[in-house]
């Protein structure tokens, strides 16, 4: 080919030349210039793509210890749960606070369970308390229900002193509400 066209006249071959290079002019400007243009969108698009993988795989490095930690979450959960008698439970609690009166040598006067309030997972179980004693037993009292194996809470305590006492065993009359919690859970997922 290329001697059929050095056989040409000179401005034929000018023009065969000028052609070609109007050809591969236009081959380069509508084939490969846009497929740079692609090529450049598509290695962005790699790199994009090897940060989002490094990422993820620095955070599957950290799986085990995420489970581990989700692990621990779940035992301090079953811990906390327990700390929170479910209703059924609620006699024995009641129970046991008169019991922790009567061992701190403390007379209850009234034990008055109030109106319960619901909370998000579990509702306060209130009881307005009124015991007679003097300031020793009542510091034992609140002791043993601080050291209790579920949490109650005591507020609201109003003391007062008796004004017909005889000897030190009854010297004062307290009032307080202990409020204990209870635990809604099965009652929030059945619903």
């Known amino acids: 080919m290329i001697r059929k066209i050095a056989q040409l006249p000179q401005q034929q071959q000018i023009l065969v ?4 290079a109007g050809a591969l002019f ?4 509508y084939v490969v210039q846009p497929m740079g243009g692609r090529v450049e969108e ?7 793509l090897t940060v989002k993988v490094e990422k993820g795989q620095e955070i599957e490095a950290q799986l085990p210890q ?9 035992q301090r959960l079953a811990q906390r749960k327990q700390a929170l008698p479910d209703q059924k ?16 040598n403390l007379d209850i ?8 309030v619901n909370k998000d997972f579990y509702e306060d179980w209130p009881i307005r308390i009124s015991l007679q004693g003097n300031y020793n037993n009542l510091g034992l009292f609140f002791e043993k ?24 065993d009854r010297t004062i009359s307290a009032t307080c509400t202990a409020t204990t919690f209870v635990f809604l859970e099965e009652e929030k997922e059945a619903g």
């Open 109 to 116: 006067r009234s034990f008055t369970p109030q109106a319960t």
């Open 17 to 20: 030349a000028v052609l070609a």
């Open 66 to 74: 995420f489970q581990q930690e989700v692990q621990e979450l779940e």
């Open 145 to 168: 229900v601080a050291q209790f194996e579920r949490i109650i809470n005591v507020d609201d305590i109003q003391i007062r002193a008796l004004t017909n006492t005889t000897g030190r």
């Open 89 to 104: 439970e609620t006699a024995e609690i009641v129970r046991r606070v008169e019991e922790l009166a009567v061992e701190s």
């Open 26 to 29: 236009a081959v380069w400007y």
């Open 42 to 48: 598509l290695e962005a698009d790699i790199k994009e």
